[in-house]
T-cell receptor, first 115, second 113 residues
Framework: EPEVTQTPSHQVTQMGQEVILRCVPISNHLYFYWYRQILGQKVEFLVSFYNNEISEKSEIFDDQFSVERPDGSNFTLKIRSTKLEDSAMYFC?????????????FGNGTRLTVT | AQSVTQLGSHVSVSEGALVLLRCNYSSSVPPYLFWYVQYPNQGLQLLLKYTSAATLVKGINGFEAEFKKSETSFHLTKPSAHMSDAAEYFCAVSDITGNQFYFGTGTSLTVIP
């Protein structure tokens, strides 16, 4: 069964550094998402992406965050200057259609630790 | 705005006992509802989804959920718990116009041998 893959599984970085989290969505999916989960807390929406542009973003997704689909397969999340509070599990997801009728398929996540 | 509330952040059941995980939604329009499971150090895996067809939805691993509009609920059940069911369970809601899911805070299920 096709799956969403994320790399790396664990990223450790120093405060103020830039990080790029990578995702390969399922090949025939058109909608892409980033969610995050701070340890012990709920899964929070960051951003959705369709047709090469952001379709929706949350308050969390401020100017420090950006997303890109640099080629036909990868979908990346960049954090320009990491803060301690960015430490979380970041999940990439993709879906065939809009979330109303198409479930999200999640990757296994990247655990980001900011020291 | 859409939201879901999961009552009980931790639920413990004995192996073989009934599993009941509660989820109530808040939506001004008929919602689409989902249950996801998260095993330790893994991503979120879809258990089942409700998209306005049958109100009783069957999912993987013997789980099922019933959509009750009058109670605005979508509780997850399994007749007989197995040790391998120990995980975090998330209820999520969306609507047909949405670009995102809204997740509940999750319920951690412990199965006691």
């Amino acid at each position: 069964e096709p799956e969403v893959t994320q790399t790396p599984s664990h990223q450790v970085t120093q405060m103020g550094q830039e990080v790029i989290l990578r995702c390969v969505p399922i090949s025939n999916h058109l909608y892409f998402y980033w969610y995050r989960q701070i340890l012990g807390q709920k899964v929070e929406f960051l951003v959705s992406f369709y047709n090469n542009e952001i379709s929706e973003k949350s308050e969390i997704f401020d100017d420090q965050f950006s997303v890109e689909r640099p080629d036909g397969s990868n979908f990346t999340l960049k954090i320009r200057s990491t803060k301690l509070e960015d430490s979380a599990m970041y999940f990439c997801a993709s879906s065939e259609g809009r979330t109303g009728n198409s479930p999200l398929h999640f990757g296994n996540g990247t655990r980001l630790t900011v020291t | 705005a859409q939201s879901v509330t999961q009552l009980g952040s931790h639920v413990s059941v004995s192996e073989g006992a009934l599993v009941l995980l509660r989820c109530n939604y808040s939506s001004s329009v008929p919602p689409y509802l989902f249950w996801y499971v998260q095993y330790p150090n893994q991503g979120l895996q879809l258990l089942l989804k409700y998209t306005s067809a049958a109100t009783l939805v069957k999912g993987i691993n013997g789980f099922e959920a019933e959509f009750k509009k009058s109670e605005t609920s979508f509780h997850l059940t399994k007749p007989s718990a197995h040790m391998s069911d120990a995980a975090e369970y998330f209820c999520a809601v969306s609507d047909i116009t949405g670009n995102q899911f809204y997740f509940g805070t999750g319920t951690s299920l412990t199965v006691i041998p």
